[in-house]
């Protein structure tokens, strides 16, 4: 009897729960505007704003729920649907993900627009919130404008192409489902070790319908992004395993930024006395004049800490999933008693490679294995080999990156033009192509978040349009990207968004007449140039892409030059500027920063040339050194 009454109860509660009738757009805008995170222990919207292009398939509804609560939730026009969500993208990212924008697109070629979009994002375990409009629910109208039909199974849509790219997928077929899937969508885009973009797509016809939404649903939610803490046995263990070693490595990478374990990563360097090395997302999470600091590792590192990696008998990674151009395609570490302590809140990144994995947050982590080696240090002389073989790199890339008077400049006496002239707070942006292993040479960290860079899925176009994001991250911080001609003419329009947002950037274009780091590629492998170069492709009305009258029509100001000193007097100009600023300048296609480390690239088994063959010996020797799982 007694447990009838409580049921009778619980009934009655719920029966007589407050409330209120939305439609399903309003009750979406309305949830998301209740969502708050606490930063520094202050609240702050968890969604600052959207990013959106309308078209048929959200602008009735959302799009009118958005219009309408506009001082709550801003949204910002995008020109192309991938560009905007690659600016939530460097938004998130420069905000260490503790905010979120929303991206949402029509059905059809806007959604599907933003799926490389979406996969930057997961590739580099960043939250963005993805709202395409979808098909009709109903299916009455079928098939309705944009929809990519499956005969053979309607339930798919165009929207199923972020399934594989995105870490939490919904479809909204009915008003109500929003009650579990929006919540669902957040937690993983919070969640630390799952973070990464999620997708809910909207049906049409959804949007606009009614349902009696509990007022509970609604109320403000304050979150906080967890810190799980490591196993006391994972500790222990790699403990012991860093206590046997002789010549030890710390490979610092963007999870450093994401728990906010600078300090710590400082002081356990220090206590322990070993180098620091820092992957391309983990670059700038510790200053070049930091006692243990020992630069870039890996295929885009110098030749100092690739040495350090060939002689280390143990790296200890912290924050990275570590990729091919971390570990030389795993064919850097040559000591034949190397071992891996992998630090990871992911337990996928923490176990590859048999690593003695301690799976938690980077911040608790370190505190807690410091504590555990207690006084253990490394040898004193291990610490001063690295600081003076990164003496000894620093100087040749000061050579090469001074100065100099040449009819054609190379990346890094642009870089280091811009470099010389910066202050220690601005922010250098890159992406794909060649300026990323040119930028992390030369601009060494003088400040912690210093670096912004997108090397996870190295996605062309992400330069001006993650700066952009990064930008509006860092209102009161200089933002510099570094783009080649081909990232710029493949998708620019974000230095419009630049101008009428009044979000400044400065952005430096080195013209080297094409994908020229993939000509140099091709020819490393032994092939001919073609089709990289534009004088190496089909063009026979080729002409040069006046980029500085391209950008000032979009209102930004602009100029050509033709040195470096030049350049340096422009780049002035630019810093004294008050809207977007673009300078470009011709590149040399062929002079880089000597590599240090193997790249497992597709080579030729059957060679063709003599060129084919020396690659393919290179190739050989490097694929000797790879650890094969281990």
Known sequence: MELYIKTIHIKRQTYFMKKITLTCAHAIVKYLIAQKILINGKKEPLFPGVFGIFGHGNVACLGQALEENQKELPTYRGHHEQNMALTGIGYARAKRRQQIF???????PGATNMVTAAAVALSNRLPILFLPGDTYANRMPDPVLQQVEQFNNPGITANDA???VTRY????????????SFPAAVQTMLDPADCGPACIALSQDIQGQTFDYPEEFFKERVHAIRRPRPDEFQIKEAAEKIKSSKNPIIISGGGVFYSDAMDELSQFAIKHNIPVTQTVMGYSTMKRDHSHFAGQIG???????????????????????LADFTTGSWANFENKNFKLVSINVSRFDANKHLAQAVIGDAKVSLTELSQVLGSWKAGEEWNKKSQIELKSWNEHIDKESAPTNQEVPSYVQVIGAIYRNSDPTDIAVTAAGGLVGEVVQVWRPRELNT?????????????????LGIKMANPDKEVISFVGDGSYLLNNTDIYSSVITKNKLIIIVCDNGGFAVINRLQLFKGGKEYNN????????????VDFAKHAESMGAKSEHVNSISDLEAAFKRAKASEVTYVISIKTHAYKWVEGSAFWDSPTLEIPKTKENEEALKLYKEGKDKQRQGV
């Not at 997928?169 to 579990?180: K, S």
């Not at 170069?533 to 040069?544: A, I, Q």
């Open 102 to 108: 929303v991206a949402t697109s029509s059905v059809g």
């Open 162 to 164: 972020f399934k594989p």
């Open 169 to 180: 997928f919904d479809r909204i077929t009915r008003p109500e489902q929003i009650i579990q």
């Open 299 to 321: 295929g885009l590192g110098g030749k100092n800490t690739n040495t350090l990696a060939k002689e280390t008998d143990l790296a200890i990674a912290v924050g990275t999933k």
């Open 451 to 467: 670096h912004e860079t997108e090397w996870g899925f190295s996605c062309m176009s992400y330069e001006i349009s993650g700066a």
């Open 533 to 544: 170069l534009l004088k190496s492709s089909n063009t026979p009305g080729l002409v040069d």
